[in-house]
């Protein structure tokens, strides 16, 4: 073949092979322009793929509806174009698609409609008017941005509905009939930094939705709520909002019906009329790290189990700071709480772990056990309260090791039973270091208790206990007092130093063992029975009292009471 023959076919090949290959565009995306008087709808039936609607400003009175990617958006240094759509002002139905600049509204359905797409952009409109509806609404949509919006006077201002994998942030969502924000069955979603002021129910709802991230909003003026998760909404995220001033019978943020495994985490919440955070029937949340202030109570758990309460600050709460009711497992750990009427309170509740909290300035009592059962009170730090630790009607808990200082009274157990109160410090108590009124069973073991106004450790109408290895000194009254018809209790091996009436005092006492003590420098008697029958008083080491180191007011013998092997000097029979 020669040469020329040779060329023809390559060029005929090429020609072919140029014929063959796919079309690119000739041209950039078109800016197609829409002044008052013409439709935007037309523009958007005129426009290509990709093309760019700028909108003049004037009133545009239709629903838009876009089927293809496109940009819509507002002139540059105009006002607001007005959309007025009777159902939508803008419904969208395909991906790729930003609308933005626009006062949109409509006086019966959605405002804004996203059908279920992907890449859609809102920003920076202001929507309202949206009579029984979210204002602007993802159906199904994912990987959309809903930004810098105002939306009001809407009945709910944002709605993801099935919708994952969305942005809805920095929008002001004012004067919602009935809810600013929700995520209704919506997963991995991020709520980010949107301000809702003045909703008649609820800020932000979330029922149904899983692993979203809610961050940085704040919420204020909620008729009920701030945020609440329902419905079993789990694995989310709830940090760095603020939730101020929801109604006098409203919550700050809220968890309920099996809500789990949620984190909340360095929120601000002050002026609610019910709890500032409150759990309730739901499981493993972690509440972390926020300040609840101005509130009737700070945190809640009701039907809750194994939570975590840790690191808050709570204060000037009326009722009290955390309320723990029908609820077992749960942490409290290391909260402050100060300035509030109550501190921690527990009702009806077993099984949780109370480590670590510092209650100070309490109107009423620091930590309350009410008819609540085998809980751990441990290393806390109790000042300026009524009663430090109170037990009421409470059986088989554990108070270990906790500081109580400066408190009306340091320890107090009433008709209470089977606990063990080991451990503690407690000093400076305007009435009784420990007291046990109308119980029985319970163990005070290895406590030190200074400087009470009346008695170190009282028993009062108390039955069977045991106050064991105790360090009692400086009390006002006496150190340990056994006293108005309480028996078969055990007072063993306890140091008893300078009181200032006596060491250890049985008045009205029957049955009872005082065994092994070591009492000094009482200001009258060392041990003394009075009124009292039928008591072992053995093995005891007394020394350097005011008076008598041993007195019994049944002397002359024969005595009501056995006194036996006790070391003294003085006593007041032969």
């Known amino acids: 073949m020669n040469r020329k023959v040779i060329y023809t076919i390559a060029a005929v090949v090429g020609i072919l092979t140029g014929l063959m290959m796919p079309a690119t565009a000739s041209a950039s995306p078109a800016i197609i322009e829409v002044w008052p008087g013409q439709s935007i709808q037309n523009a958007v039936f005129a426009a290509a793929p990709g093309d760019t609607i700028i909108v003049h400003e004037g009133t545009y009175n239709e629903t838009v509806h876009v089927?293809?990617?496109?940009?819509?958006?507002?002139?540059?240094?105009?006002?607001?174009?007005?959309?007025?759509?009777v159902t939508f002002a803008f419904h969208i139905h395909a991906g790729d698609v930003t609308v933005e600049g626009f006062e949109a509204r409509s006086t019966w359905n959605h405002v804004i409609g996203i059908d279920p797409v992907t890449n859609v952009v809102i920003s920076n409109n202001d929507v309202f008017g949206s009579a029984g509806h979210p204002a602007i609404v993802a159906f199904g949509s994912s990987n959309c941005v809903i930004i810098g919006n105002r939306v009001h006077d809407n009945y709910v201002g944002i709605g993801l509905f099935n919708a994952d994998n969305n942005q809805v942030i920095g929008n002001k969502v004012l004067d919602s009939g009935y809810d600013g924000i929700w995520l209704v069955n919506a997963d991995n979603n991020e709520v980010v930094g949107n301000n809702v002021s003045s909703t008649v129910e609820c800020g932000i709802f979330i029922p149904g939705s899983n692993n979203n991230l809610i961050e940085g909003n704040t919420v204020t003026g909620s008729g009920l709520e701030g945020i609440q998760l329902n419905f079993g909404s789990s694995d989310n995220e709830v940090i760095g909002n603020e939730v101020f001033n929801s109604g006098p019978d409203g919550w700050g943020i809220v968890m309920r019906e099996n809500s789990n495994g949620n984190k909340f985490i360095g929120n601000t919440v002050s002026g609610i009329g019910l709890a500032g955070i409150q759990v309730w029937e739901s499981s493993d949340n972690a509440i972390r790290a926020n300040e609840?202030?101005?509130s009737f109570t700070g945190i809640g758990l009701n039907g809750a189990l194994d939570n975590v309460v840790e690191g808050n600050e709570i204060h000037d709460c009326k009722a009290g700071a955390i309320f723990v009711g029908k609820s077992s497992g749960n942490l409290v750990q290391e909260n402050e709480i100060y300035d509030t009427g109550g501190g921690i309170i527990l009702a009806k509740s077993e099984g949780n772990h109370i480590l670590g909290n510092e209650v100070s300035q309490i109107k009423r009592d620091g930590i309350v056990l009410d008819g609540s059962s085998e809980n751990l009170i441990e290393e806390n730090e109790l000042s300026d309260c009524g009663r430090g630790v109170f037990l009421t009607n409470a059986n088989g808990n554990h108070v270990l090791q906790n500081n109580v200082h400066a408190t009306f009274a340091g320890i107090c157990l009433v008709e209470s039973a089977k606990n063990v109160v080991a451990k503690n410090e407690v000093s400076d108590s305007s009435?009784?270091?420990?007291?046990?009124?109308?119980?029985?069973?319970?163990?005070?073991?290895?406590?030190?208790?200074?400087?009470?106004?009346?008695?170190?450790?009282?028993?009062?109408?108390?039955?069977?206990?045991?106050?064991?290895?105790?360090?009692?000194?400086?009390?006002a009254f006496?150190?340990?007092?056994?006293?108005?018809?309480s028996t078969g209790n055990v007072v063993q091996k306890n140091e008893v130093s300078a009181s200032d009436h006596n060491g250890i005092m049985l008045m009205n006492a029957h049955e009872n063992h005082v065994l092994k003590n070591e009492v000094k420098e009482s200001t009258y008697s060392g041990i003394i029975a009075e009124e009292s029958t039928d008591n072992l008083i053995k093995g005891n080491e007394v020394k350097d009292s005011g008076e008598f180191d041993l007195f019994d007011t049944s002397a002359p013998p024969p005595l009501d009471n056995i006194w036996e092997n006790n070391v003294y000097s003085t006593r007041n029979w032969q």
């Open 431 to 475: 009435e009784n270091g420990i007291a046990l009124e109308v119980s029985s069973g319970n163990v005070v073991e290895e406590n030190e208790v200074t400087a009470s106004s009346h008695n170190g450790i009282l028993l009062f109408e108390a039955h069977e206990n045991e106050v064991l290895g105790n360090e009692v000194k400086e009390s």
């Open 292 to 294: 609840v202030s101005y």
């Open 67 to 85: 089927h293809k990617p496109l940009t819509i958006k507002a002139a540059i240094g105009e006002d607001m174009p007005v959309v007025d759509g």
């Open 478 to 485: 006496n150190g340990i007092a056994v006293q108005n018809g």
